[in-house]
């Protein structure tokens, strides 16, 4: 009697592999998924090179002995690797050593088929870092400077719940499970796009739409009673959204959310996207921005506070493209360009103030 074994998907090798870096990143590898990550590698030279990969796409570099303890030079991951990997062998040997930062402590959840209860991560960015992420379902995650976002899966819906900060979201379609993004009691929902959601200093939500639609509501906390847990109210999962009129986002539209409304809805030309979308890229561009609002930019990406002495300076218009990080090239352009001199006050203030011709 044979043995039917079916083949397995690009798609379903990507899923799993998602899943055991996922795993990775939420503590210590139990002995079972120490023994199940074994076995699933061996299964398939394919399986090992997809898992490198998708390692690869992480940045997680503060630690590196974890996969190298696990996967010792004779262990499956060594002898598994794909030649054909399109990584190679060294990339792939860093790739294994890269994982090592990586650790487990996850629900035993199946994604897909199978989920019975849901599952958590968590991914946080420093200040003037940016960070992709790769989901269990393809969808990706880019995440801007200072942003902290937990991701919840279940059978039914795909959470992303935004602390603080800002993401760019590129929804892999799936019609039978939308995704949401909660920031604050806003729900952002679609089946298959790409946005961008930042929470403001004023903690109100600025959406921007790049591709496709999103549908807007509140997300309800009627049902939450006076001293749960935060953690205990995402358990709720958002309903699925019906788009009405007033609470649809198209491609190229801009909206501040507040209460449930999508008030000043406006449309966003192509140069504005570039500039909106700059920071993915590591730069920031600026077209007649006033001073103020460019230096408040800034500090977003540095840890750098800069003070005006001066009123007039603030309604001053500024256009150029710099690096995100980069103070000194902006403070050089602002003494050439608008005669603003500057001064360091300890190592993160800069005092700026109109230069003294005599």
């Known amino acids: 009697m044979k043995t039917v074994v079916p083949l397995r998907s690009e798609d379903e090798i990507l899923e799993n592999a998602t899943r055991w870096i996922l795993k990775l990143d939420e503590g210590d590898l139990s002995a079972d998924d120490e023994k199940a990550l074994r076995i699933w590698l061996r299964e398939s030279k394919r399986n090992t090179a997809i898992f490198m990969e998708v390692a690869g796409t992480w940045d997680k570099t503060d630690s590196l002995s974890i996969l190298a303890e696990l996967f010792p030079e004779n262990s499956a991951v060594a002898h598994s690797a794909s030649p054909e990997s399109s990584l190679g062998w060294g990339a792939l040997a860093a790739a294994s050593i890269f994982v090592a930062v990586l650790g487990i402590g ?8 199978g989920i019975s209860h849901s599952t958590l991560a968590s991914y946080t960015t420093e200040i003037g870092k940016q960070k992709t992420v790769l989901l269990p379902d393809s969808s990706e995650v880019i995440l801007n400077t200072n942003t902290q976002l937990d991701v919840r899966f279940t059978s039914n819906a795909r959470v992303l719940y935004l602390k603080q900060g800002e993401v760019m979201v590129s929804v892999a ?22 946005f961008v959601v930042e929470i403001m200093e004023d903690q109100l939500i600025d959406l921007l739409v790049t591709e496709g639609k999103v549908v807007v509501g509140i997300q309800p906390r009627s049902s939450v009673t006076e001293g749960q847990q935060l953690a205990q109210i995402e358990e709720e999962i958002p309903a699925v959204l019906t788009p009405v009129v007033g609470n649809t986002v198209a491609a190229g539209q801009q909206v501040v959310l507040q209460e449930g409304e999508t008030k000043d809805l406006v449309t966003v030309s192509q140069d504005e996207l570039e500039v909106r979308l700059s920071w993915k890229d590591g730069g920031l561009v600026f077209r007649s921005e006033p001073l103020e609002e460019v230096l408040r930019e800034v500090e977003r990406y540095t840890m750098v506070r800069f003070i005006l002495t001066d009123e007039s300076l603030k309604s001053q218009t500024l256009t150029g493209r710099f690096r995100a990080d980069d103070v000194d090239a902006l403070l050089a352009s602002l003494r050439v360009n608008f005669d603003i001199a500057h001064e360091f006050v300890g190592d993160n203030r800069v005092v700026l103030s109109e230069l003294d011709d005599s």
């Open 173 to 194: 379609p799936d019609k039978n499970r939308p995704l949401s993004v909660v920031a604050g009691d806003q729900v952002i929902q679609a089946i298959g796009t790409e």
């Open 106 to 113: 996850f629900l035993e959840d199946q994604w897909g088929e």
